[in-house]
T-cell receptor
Framework: SQTIHQWPATLVQPVGSPLSLECTVE??????LYWYRQAAGRGLQLLFY??????ISSEVPQNLSASRPQDRQFILSSKKLLLSDSGFYLC????????????FGPGTRLTVT | AQKITQTQPGMFVQEKEAVTLDCTYD???????LFWYKQPSSGEMIFLIY??????QNATEGRYSLNFQKARKSANLVISASQLGDSAMYFC?????????????FGQGTRLTINP
């Protein structure tokens, strides 16, 4: 069966510090991968998606970036965090064939101080 | 651009009663799909049910059913015989296919509280 992992689970970082959040998927190959952010009490906003290694599409201009160095690994990064980057970050995958359903990871709660 | 609207920020229901969570959508696409996800306090997003725009029958998954009214652009979630464990945030979402990926656009969510 397929599983999706995210780490860390929680993170507190000062403004201006770098960020690296990691997401890995097991049990499938060539998945579509997604990064979402959820502000407190709000819905999810798509940040990035990837349909293959090295292929990243950005949805919202910001100081975040994403990379996909391996087939089942998706990384969210920032060189300098802003207060507005605080939120709950969720990684998701979907089957590249049918792809209708997205399966979410447990999420990372980021607080920028 | 696609848009999902959930007009109920909070709902309070007695245990064992049925509950309907509202969702309306806006799209110019002919082919689209609608999802409902449940988010408990732990934060994980749990897939509940999916309805394709060309599906003739309303989707059902156990106690969950989706009341799909295409002409009214609504996709309400119905939970029958509610349970205490149903207390959570519920999100309606629409898929937008682009370059092989299935992007999801989410509504603001409805917080459902089941009272004993």
């Amino acid at each position: 069966s397929q599983t999706i992992h995210q780490w860390p689970a929680t993170l507190v970082q000062p403004v201006g510090s770098p960020l690296s959040l990691e997401c890995t998927v097991e049990g499938t190959s060539n998945p579509n991968l997604y990064w979402y952010r959820q502000a407190a009490g709000r819905g999810l906003q798509l940040l990035f998606y990837s349909v293959g290694i090295g292929q990243i599409s950005s949805e919202v201009p910001q100081n975040l970036s994403a990379s996909r160095p391996q087939d089942r690994q998706f990384i969210l990064s920032s060189k300098k965090l802003l207060l507005s980057d605080s939120g709950f970050y969720l990684c998701a995958w979907s089957d590249s064939g049918r792809g209708y359903e997205q399966y979410f990871g447990p999420g990372t709660r980021l607080t920028v101080t | 651009a696609q848009k999902i609207t959930q007009t109920q920020p909070g709902m309070f229901v007695q245990e064992k009663e049925a509950v309907t969570l509202d969702c309306t959508y806006d799209t110019s696409d002919q082919s689209y799909g609608l999802f409902w996800y449940k988010q408990p306090s732990s934060g994980e997003m749990i897939f509940l049910i999916y309805q394709g725009s060309y599906d003739e029958q309303n989707a059902t998954e156990g106690r969950y059913s989706l009341n799909f009214q295409k002409a009214r652009k609504s996709a309400n979630l119905v939970i029958s015989a509610s349970q205490l464990g149903d207390s959570a945030m519920y999100f309606c979402a629409m898929r937008e296919a682009q370059r092989g990926a299935q992007k999801l656009v989410f509504g603001q969510g409805t917080r459902l509280t089941i009272n004993p």
